[in-house]
């Protein structure tokens, strides 16, 4: 049972995916499948629990068969298309194979390896875990309900006020109510799935603006950044919002300099999934909408920066309305008018700097990346290189520090939520700090005079190559 759940997860994922858009390639389509079909999973449970349905294992596994044969059904009408994207997928013919590209992979897979292991060997211990997002997901799994959920309802526990876990989405929490249900002895397959999962979301992506041998280094420095990787085996919903979030914004970079309209809506489905995470991946969904609205300004036509708007917000809105239906709403913290704070303004600059500069958290990601900026400068200038790639980064961080100034921490400190929620939350950007460093114009030169000197290993004769 357990594995057949898996199974019929990642399909409808795939479903999903494949619906969408049939660009993609063979390794963005496996790796965004459990992602998308744990998302599909969740908000199905929810919509389960507000039908008054027990959640179980039979109901659950039942309505994800249904939708799974229901996208079946719906792909087989798309069947041309598919059979033109099996096509796109065959014409792929092997990188260019260097020797940096070989130890790049296989580092990839060595951390891969070691990090499952250590996910699924430990058990669940930190703090927000034992009292929160792993404690939701096996009450939900053992009660059957979320609206009726004694954590939540019950007045001997403390989750009705400002900053507790009920004032967080839902996805991370029903995942691992899904893993219980499907009878795994740790809800940690869940991160352990989405480790494996990003990885090759991550590849693929690069892969289109840089040479495969840069792909595969930067995706291994992306996933060795030392806060990611150690809260990437740990119960917490930190480095599952940081997978839809990035891969959401690199999708979004992807359709702006790609041109392949699909993958604007791979985008929102993402940036849907990361605010169906944390409520503060609104911060990535407003830096999304600001360089659409400037498209659309540009181009005259606003259709899309609706849609595109009311799918990502979407997931907020459904669940803040559940919770308002059955009466399940927490003290909000949020002040929601404009105010001056010298004071709150000081702690932020300070504790943010010394995030930034903290290599023991994201090793050389910062650093490097400020060394790559001022180095490209002036094909940033001269020809706007990836200038929409840093404006999305540039925009997230400044939404998300706008946020943090707009909290009222009637429950923890500043400072403490600075060097602990703040530091967590830049994980989301770290994938996006180093998809920059391998895509700007200077590195990928370096790598292409480096591929050709030093690193290539001549393939045989006939043998076709594509960079």
């Known amino acids: 049972m ?11 994922g795939i479903g999903v995916v494949l619906s969408i858009s049939r660009r993609l390639k063979l390794v963005e389509v496996l790796g965004l499948s459990f992602p998308v079909g744990m998302g599909l999973q969740t908000f199905l449970m929810v919509c389960l629990d507000s039908a008054g349905i027990r959640l179980t294992a039979t109901s659950v596994f039942a309505v994800s068969l249904l939708i799974t044969a229901g996208l079946g059904v719906y792909l087989y009408f798309l069947r041309a298309q598919l059979k ?10 092997c990188p260019r194979i260097t020797w940096l590209w070989l130890l790049g992979l296989i580092a990839v897979g060595v951390v891969v390896v070691m990090n499952v292991a250590k996910t699924l060997y430990y058990p669940t211990f930190d703090t927000d875990s034992v009292r929160g997002f792993n404690l939701i997901g096996m009450a939900v ?8 959920l004694s954590l939540f309802n019950d007045a001997n526990y403390a989750m009705r006020g400002a900053g507790s876990y009920i004032t967080y989405t839902p996805l991370t929490q029903l995942s691992y109510t899904y893993m219980y249900l499907l009878g795994f002895e740790t809800s940690k397959m869940s991160n352990a799935l989405f480790f494996i999962s990003f990885i090759p979301v991550f590849y693929g992506i690069v892969s289109r603006f840089a040479t495969h041998t840069l792909a595969a280094l930067t995706t291994l420095l992306t996933i060795i950044t030392p806060e ?21 914004i690199l999708f979004f970079v992807t359709w702006y300099y ?3 309209p699909s993958f604007l ?7 849907m999934l990361n605010n169906w995470t944390r409520s503060e991946g609104l911060a990535f969904i407003g830096a999304a909408c600001c360089l659409l609205l400037w498209n659309s300004i540009k181009i005259k036509r606003y259709k899309t920066l609706v849609l595109f708007t009311g799918l990502c917000l979407f997931p907020f809105v459904f669940w803040n309305l559940f919770l308002k239906i059955y009466n399940l709403e927490a003290v909000n913290a949020v002040i929601l008018k404009p105010f001056w704070d010298s ?61 943090i100034y707009q909290v009222d921490y009637i429950w923890d400190t500043l400072e403490n939520v600075m060097r602990y929620s703040y530091k967590r939350f830049l994980f989301s950007f770290i994938p996006l700090l180093w998809f920059y460093i391998a895509a700007n114009h200077n590195i990928k030169w370096l790598f292409d005079k480096a591929d050709n000197f030093l690193f290539s290993i001549k393939p045989p004769a006939n043998q076709k190559t594509k960079k």
């Open 228 to 248: 990611m990787l150690g809260f990437s085996s740990m119960s917490g919903t930190n480095f599952i919002h940081a997978v839809y979030a990035s891969s959401g």
């Open 84 to 93: 033109d994207w099996l096509k796109y997928i065959g014409t792929f013919t």
């Open 141 to 148: 799994a053992n009660e059957g309900t979320i609206r009726g």
């Open 265 to 271: 809506w791979i985008a929102a489905m993402l940036l």
């Open 343 to 403: 004071g709150k303004i000081t702690v932020i600059i300070t504790e943010m700097w010394q995030l930034f500069k903290a290599g023991a958290y994201y090793g050389i990601s910062f650093v490097l990346f400020l060394i790559v900026f001022l180095s490209n400068i002036r094909a940033i200038v001269k020809k706007q290189d990836h200038a929409v790639s840093l404006l999305l980064l540039l925009f997230s961080w400044i939404f998300y520090t706008i946020l």
């Open 2 to 12: 357990a594995f057949l759940g898996l199974f019929i997860t990642i399909i409808s």
């Open 258 to 260: 790609k041109k392949t």
